[in-house]
């Protein structure tokens, strides 16, 4: 029987994980129910490796910032002011007095500026390389942070599966206690009628036996506490949060699997590795070059302007004397900057050579490795496959098995020790087919990874739900206003209180691009509350070119807020009461990053946060079923 638990041993790896986070402590808990694919979304949101990974980018960006400004004038100033002796044109003319004594009391102030520019004409690819290899190194960087994020996907989906997995052998081990329930009762009733074929040991057996399971039972509900914990971390959600997965049971998956050959063709192209490899070596090339330059000298337009003034010293007007406390002059010439240190030169020449070389031979690991590893993680799948139909078939037959051996010892013809027998085979191949199955999801997993697949689908429903509550008595108390009639109020839609779901990204739209619609699949975000006078607020859906308040009556009271820095939408609904935590939550398509739910005393408010930089073009209809927000362009 301890072979039903087999399945959940890789879950007391994520015994490290640990956190907590507090809520409203008088409203119910806001329910999240995810998909694969919602999961890795926020899990990408929240992931601290894809900052690194977004400062590293930014940190090459700037590399090549600098490399590029290497490209224009250099300009240095330097300034002084301090004591100077005072000097006149007789200790020159018609004599030059050579035993001039100095005296602290003949000094004076003087104060200089010196300037030079040089701006570069020619280098001999110093600049040029260099700028070269930072456009390279950036898409090294970015090519690195798409590992990582192929590297977050992977890892959700080991806790996802993870998690299925636990509650599928959690209610094997439900199934088999049932089982042994129904049997001791019937062992218990048969000892009583004095029926001939039971004795009292057999029902010790039973009894033995259970004890066991619910051992067992205690470890299963241990592994799929872990692994709902291990997911929420990987999600940034606090431990208190109420998560659910949406796919309720483990099962094979309908879609064909490809070619091997399909899989190494699209991780040639796909696999940001091979991506890091290719213009890694480019950027190395150009570094190589960049250190041969500088072999040779640099060229460039110079300038220069120098000035100095002392009080009381006499401005001499002569080319073969310059006075350096007294003087104005400058000029322009072409220049040649030579730095003959071959050796130091060669040194570096030879250590990016060596850079560049030691890319080279990552190659071809690469090239040999990465179809190995394609190759085993599409036996692993065709393995698990093949397993996953064997242990099919072997716990139907177990089933039977039991079935059998329960109805006998029922009729007093079988003995307990069938039963137990029978129980034990079934809950062991009906674990090892569930554990075949997440055997197979997870080897597809490491598969689209290894060929550099997308990490996840196009988005599905995010369905966040909350107990129902009594529609109130009291009447409608505010009126319904236009748009042109909603007088300016004061910009309190942040004062919304934050759910246990994470802030969202920074806003997709900082530069102020315009918005596009996108032809993706609708995203509901369920909500509960009620009134007498609007009806119940049942959810808030997305459309291609609309976002809808769905609500159980037709709106008749409601009030609009604009707000522009950030463009924000608010609709307050008065008269309706839930008694739900305010929550936030993200949306990012349709021009929309993120819905926020408050509710107040006297009404709900309804806050649309916009990526755009402006408020696009709207009109709000009432329906039937809610209001319609309808946008151009579309939402």
Same mark, same amino acid.
Request: aromatic letters at 8%.
């Given at each position: 029987?301890?072979?039903?638990?087999?399945?959940?041993?890789?879950?007391?790896?994520?015994?490290?994980?640990?956190?907590?986070?507090?809520?409203?402590?008088?409203?119910?808990?806001?329910?999240?129910?995810?998909?694969?694919?919602?999961?890795? %979304?926020?899990?990408?949101?929240?992931?601290?490796?894809?900052?690194?990974?977004?400062?590293?980018?930014?940190?090459?960006?700037?590399?090549?910032? =600098?490399?590029?400004?290497?490209?224009?004038?250099?300009?240095?100033?330097?300034?002084?002011?301090?004591?100077?002796?005072?000097?006149?044109?007789?200790?020159?003319?018609?004599?030059?007095?050579?035993?001039?004594?100095?005296?602290? $009391?003949?000094?004076?102030?003087?104060?200089?500026?010196?300037?030079?520019?040089?701006?570069?004409?020619?280098?001999?690819?110093?600049?040029?390389?260099?700028?070269?290899?930072?456009?390279?190194?950036?898409?090294?960087? %970015?090519?690195?942070?798409?590992?990582?994020?192929?590297?977050?996907?992977?890892?959700?989906?080991?806790?996802?599966?993870?998690?299925?997995?636990? %509650?599928?052998?959690?209610?094997?081990?439900?199934?088999?206690?049932?089982?042994?329930?129904?049997?001791?009762?019937?062992?218990?009733?048969?000892?009583?009628?004095?029926?001939?074929?039971?004795?009292?040991?057999?029902?010790?057996?039973?009894?033995?036996?259970?004890?066991?399971?619910?051992?067992?039972?205690?470890?299963?509900?241990?592994?799929?506490?872990?692994?709902?914990?291990?997911?929420?971390?990987?999600?940034?959600?606090?431990?208190?949060?109420?998560?659910?997965?949406?796919?309720?049971?483990?099962?094979?998956?309908?879609?064909?699997?490809? =070619?091997?050959?399909?899989?190494?063709?699209?991780?040639?192209?796909?696999?940001?590795?091979?991506?890091?490899?290719? =213009?890694?070596?480019?950027?190395?090339?150009?570094?190589?070059?960049?250190?041969?330059?500088?072999?040779?000298?640099?060229?460039?337009?110079?300038?220069?302007?120098?000035?100095?003034?002392?009080?009381?010293?006499?401005?001499?007007?002569?080319?073969?004397?310059?006075?350096?406390?007294?003087?104005?002059?400058?000029?322009?010439?072409?220049?040649?900057?030579?730095?003959?240190?071959?050796?130091?030169?060669?040194?570096?020449?030879?250590?990016?050579?060596?850079?560049?070389?030691? #890319? #080279?031979?990552? %190659?071809?690991?690469?090239?040999?490795?990465?179809?190995?590893?394609?190759?085993?993680?599409?036996?692993?799948?065709?393995?698990?496959?093949?397993?996953?139909?064997?242990?099919?078939?072997?716990?139907?037959?177990?089933?039977?098995?039991?079935?059998?051996?329960?109805?006998?010892?029922?009729?007093?013809?079988?003995?307990?020790? =069938?039963?137990?027998?029978?129980?034990?085979?079934?809950?062991?191949?009906?674990?090892?087919?569930?554990?075949?199955?997440?055997?197979?999801?997870?080897?597809?997993?490491?598969?689209?990874?290894?060929?550099?697949?997308?990490?996840?689908?196009?988005?599905?429903?995010?369905?966040?739900?909350?107990?129902?509550?009594?529609?109130?008595?009291?009447?409608?108390?505010?009126?319904?206003?236009?748009?042109?009639?909603?007088?300016?109020?004061?910009?309190?839609?942040?004062?919304?209180?934050?759910?246990?779901?994470?802030?969202?990204?920074?806003?997709?739209?900082?530069?102020?691009?315009?918005?596009?619609?996108?032809?993706? $699949?609708?995203?509901?975000?369920?909500?509960?509350?009620?009134?007498?006078?609007?009806?119940?607020?049942?959810?808030?859906?997305?459309?291609?070119?609309?976002?809808?308040?769905?609500?159980?009556?037709?709106?008749?009271?409601?009030?609009?807020?604009?707000?522009?820095?950030?463009?924000? #939408?608010?609709?307050?609904?008065?008269?309706?009461?839930?008694?739900?935590?305010?929550?936030?939550?993200?949306?990012?398509?349709?021009?929309?990053?993120?819905?926020?739910?408050?509710?107040?005393?006297?009404?709900?408010?309804?806050?649309?946060?916009?990526?755009?930089?402006?408020?696009?073009?709207?009109?709000?209809?009432?329906?039937?079923?809610? #209001?319609?927000?309808?946008?151009?362009?579309?939402?």
């Amino acid at each position: 029987m301890k072979t039903v638990i087999s399945g959940i041993t890789f879950i007391g790896l994520l015994t490290l994980l640990s956190g907590t986070a507090l809520c409203a402590p008088d409203a119910p808990k806001i329910r999240l129910v995810l998909g694969l694919s919602d999961c890795i %979304r926020i899990s990408l949101k929240s992931a601290p490796e894809l900052g690194e990974a977004q400062a590293d980018i930014e940190q090459t960006t700037s590399r090549l910032d =600098e490399a590029k400004s290497y490209r224009y004038p250099q300009i240095e100033v330097m300034t002084l002011f301090g004591p100077a002796p005072r000097a006149r044109r007789e200790d020159i003319y018609p004599v030059i007095t050579t035993d001039k004594t100095f005296k602290f $009391n003949e000094m004076t102030w003087f104060s200089s500026a010196d300037a030079t520019i040089i701006q570069p004409l020619y280098t001999f690819g110093k600049i040029s390389e260099n700028m070269k290899a930072a456009t390279h190194g950036i898409e090294v960087d %970015r090519s690195r942070k798409d590992q990582r994020v192929n590297e977050i996907a992977l890892k959700v989906k080991e806790y996802y599966f993870g998690l299925m997995l636990a %509650r599928e052998l959690k209610e094997v081990v439900l199934e088999v206690q049932e089982t042994l329930q129904k049997a001791k009762g019937k062992a218990r009733k048969m000892l009583d009628t004095g029926t001939n074929g039971i004795e009292e040991i057999d029902l010790f057996k039973l009894e033995a036996f259970t004890g066991e399971v619910s051992k067992y039972l205690e470890e299963a509900k241990k592994g799929e506490s872990l692994a709902l914990a291990a997911l929420k971390t990987r999600l940034g959600l606090p431990m208190t949060s109420q998560l659910e997965i949406s796919n309720e049971r483990l099962t094979l998956d309908d879609a064909m699997i490809p =070619e091997f050959e399909t899989y190494l063709g699209n991780a040639r192209s796909r696999r940001p590795e091979y991506r890091q490899i290719s =213009e890694g070596l480019k950027a190395r090339s150009a570094l190589v070059e960049a250190a041969k330059a500088n072999y040779y000298p640099d060229i460039f337009l110079g300038g220069l302007f120098s000035w100095a003034y002392a009080d009381d010293r006499d401005r001499i007007r002569n080319p073969y004397i310059n006075d350096q406390f007294k003087h104005l002059n400058g000029g322009v010439a072409l220049g040649l900057r030579w730095k003959l240190d071959f050796g130091i030169t060669g040194a570096r020449v030879a250590g990016e050579q060596a850079q560049y070389n030691r #890319l #080279l031979s990552t %190659r071809e690991y690469a090239d040999a490795n990465i179809p190995l590893q394609i190759k085993k993680h599409y036996l692993d799948l065709k393995e698990a496959e093949n397993s996953a139909a064997a242990t099919k078939s072997a716990y139907s037959n177990a089933k039977k098995w039991a079935v059998t051996a329960v109805a006998n010892f029922d009729f007093g013809v079988g003995p307990a020790k =069938e039963i137990l027998e029978a129980l034990q085979a079934y809950a062991r191949m009906r674990a090892a087919y569930f554990q075949s199955i997440y055997n197979f999801k997870i080897a597809r997993a490491n598969l689209e990874y290894a060929a550099g697949e997308s990490p996840f689908d196009p988005s599905k429903p995010v369905i966040i739900s909350a107990p129902e509550t009594p529609a109130p008595t009291t009447p409608p108390s505010v009126e319904f206003q236009t748009e042109k009639e909603a007088p300016p109020e004061k910009d309190d839609t942040d004062a919304v209180t934050q759910a246990e779901i994470p802030h969202d990204a920074p806003r997709s739209s900082e530069k102020g691009e315009p918005l596009t619609a996108v032809k993706q $699949n609708p995203i509901r975000i369920a909500v509960t509350g009620s009134g007498k006078s609007n009806g119940g607020v049942s959810g808030i859906s997305f459309g291609d070119n609309y976002a809808e308040i769905q609500t159980t009556a037709r709106i008749v009271h409601y009030k609009q807020i604009k707000l522009d820095t950030p463009p924000r #939408l608010a609709i307050d609904i008065p008269n309706v009461k839930c008694n739900i935590a305010s929550q936030t939550t993200p949306v990012q398509q349709f021009g929309i990053e993120k819905v926020r739910i408050g509710c107040h005393s006297k009404f709900i408010r309804i806050v649309l946060d916009f990526s755009a930089t402006k408020l696009p073009v709207y009109e709000i209809s009432s329906k039937d079923t809610g #209001l319609r927000i309808s946008t151009t362009p579309a939402i």
